[in-house]
Nanobody
Framework: VQLQASGGGLVQAGGSLRLSCTDS????????VGWFRQAPGKEREFVTS????????LYADSVKGRFTISRDRTKNTVYLQMNSLKPEDTAVYYC?????????????????WGQGTLVTVSS
């Protein structure tokens, strides 16, 4: 597995961004994929997760109703659509491939991690 996260950038509060996570090795199509984030001076936290076939998704309470995770297995890519962004969403966002096919909010449930992409939301 080789993960590449992209799509981060600077956006004003209320704006939108779409992050992408691509597995260039094409070996994660049967695994869950999750997004985590880490803000400066804070611990990494769970954002969202999607099961292998997209049938199950999980969201942190802080992003429910604003963020949507989806995946295109033909492209080996998982997307994170982020709407109504807030300054507190500012963080480095990491995607990760799960140890199993089931979505999970626990970091221990992920085996491979991407390098992260920075999202900055200005007020």
């Amino acid at each position: 597995v080789q993960l590449q996260a992209s799509g981060g950038g600077l956006v004003q509060a209320g704006g939108s961004l779409r992050l992408s996570c691509t597995d260039s090795k094409r070996t994660s199509s049967n695994n869950a994929v999750g997004w985590f984030r880490q803000a400066p001076g804070k611990e990494r936290e769970f954002v969202t997760s999607i099961s292998w076939n997209g049938g199950d998704t999980l969201y942190a309470d802080s992003v429910k109703g604003r963020f949507t995770i989806s995946r295109d297995r033909t492209k080996n890519t998982v997307y994170l659509q982020m709407n109504s962004l807030k300054p507190e969403d500012t963080a480095v966002y990491y995607c990760a491939v799960g140890r199993s096919s089931a979505a999970t909010p626990y970091a221990e449930g992920y085996r491979y991690w991407g390098q992260g992409t920075l999202v900055t939301v200005s007020s």
